[in-house]
């Protein structure tokens, strides 16, 4: 019998106060968006954790695929981003992960190589 694989998706959107923000017509420095915050990183911390509990409802082999968008929408800083985010995922020890940037670009983070030992 083939062993069950799941895969759980989550999407990470920009901030409400961006959202806020992109209403007003002003002018802003888009230097604030040169390093994630930590609640930033709290999002993803959390998505990977939902998708795991998830995951392990079904059973223990599955996938967690994590779409990122970011209040740079433009990705000026996506350079600075994707190195903050591989620093903070590094040690990542549980379910493999992709990481996709927007929805339409094919910049992404993978951590795969476990699914090879499932």
Do not use: W
Request: glycine share 4%; net charge positive; with cysteine.
């Amino acid at each position: 019998m083939a062993q069950q694989f799941y895969c759980d998706a989550k999407t990470i959107v920009p901030s409400i106060l961006e959202y806020e923000q992109r209403s007003i017509a002003q002018y802003r420095d888009s230097s604030r968006y040169a390093r994630l915050h930590p609640t930033f990183l709290k999002k993803i911390d959390d998505a990977i954790a939902a998708g795991t509990k998830q995951i392990h409802a079904l059973g223990n082999c599955g996938l967690i695929f994590l779409l990122v968008n970011f209040d740079d929408f433009t990705m000026t800083y996506y350079a600075q981003h994707r190195t903050q985010i591989k620093a903070h995922l590094r040690d990542h020890q549980g379910l493999p992960f992709v990481v996709r940037f927007g929805l339409l670009s094919s910049r992404r983070i993978e951590n795969t190589r476990a699914l090879l030992s499932q």
